[in-house]
């Protein structure tokens, strides 16, 4: 497999699941993000790692927790979640953090979350 | 004033047509710029870098203009397949990127 894969595509969970996103990226990336897209929107960072150390954790709620492994894997654990956090959440790599800025990502297809 | 706006469209244009749309930035510092494209329900994927000197990629072709903080892209004899939202992403320093919410095209045939 080459790129950014994320698993599920798609999830419908109840405000009291517990549930977990996927991330694997086989590009030798140090970096790895994840991404709220909201309909209309621009994409909100949500949190940052780079060589598997979280660098940015933007205010996001507790309900939402990383956790990265090592570089090639990052995992979003999701519980009591919110009708609004429904939305299409993005994995995306880089090869480091500062490189983002010159090369931009390379982003995963996406997990489409609805909270019910 | 949001980092990044963009006008949100849609520009509904008809097959080889030439649509071009504006992105403006608020951080004068800003030091690298990107168009990215994004179809209905997938993730985003890198058009194109947008260089100080203005670049072409085949039929399209992306401007910066640093004095009044935007970037443009044009899309020459536009295809059924340019239908989709551009985002605009902007490097206003080494360690972040910031995005607009995006243009819609649609090209019809």
């Known amino acids: 497999e080459t790129g950014v894969t994320q698993t599920p595509r798609h999830l419908v969970m109840g405000m009291t699941n517990k549930k977990s996103l996927k991330c694997e990226q086989h590009l030798g990336h140090n970096a790895m993000y994840w991404y709220k897209q909201s309909a209309k929107k621009p994409l909100e960072l949500m949190f940052v790692y780079n060589f598997k150390e979280q660098t940015e954790n933007n205010s996001v709620p507790s309900r939402f927790s990383p956790e990265c492994p090592n570089s090639s894997h990052l995992f979003l654990h999701l519980h009591t979640l919110q009708p609004e956090d429904s939305a299409l959440y993005l994995c995306?790599?880089?090869?480091?953090?500062?490189?983002?800025?010159?090369?931009?990502?390379?982003f995963g297809s996406g997990t489409r979350l609805t909270v019910v | 004033r949001k980092e990044v706006e963009q006008d949100p469209g849609p520009f509904n244009v008809p097959e080889g047509a030439t649509v071009a749309f504006n992105c403006t930035y608020s951080?004068?510092?800003?030091?690298?710029f990107f168009w990215y494209r994004q179809d209905c329900r997938k993730e985003p994927k890198l058009l194109m870098s947008v260089y100080s000197s203005g670049n072409e990629d085949g039929r399209f072709t992306a401007q910066l203009n640093r004095a009044s903080q935007y970037i443009s892209l044009l899309i020459r004899d536009s295809k059924l397949s340019d239908s989709a939202t551009y985002l605009c992403?902007?490097?206003?320093?080494?360690?972040?990127?910031?995005f607009g919410a995006g243009t819609t095209v649609t090209v019809r045939a």
């Open positions: 992403v902007v490097s206003p320093n080494d360690y972040k990127l910031s």
């Open positions: 995306a790599s880089s090869q480091d953090v500062r490189d983002r800025a010159f090369q931009g990502y390379t």
């Open positions: 951080n004068s510092a800003s030091q690298s």
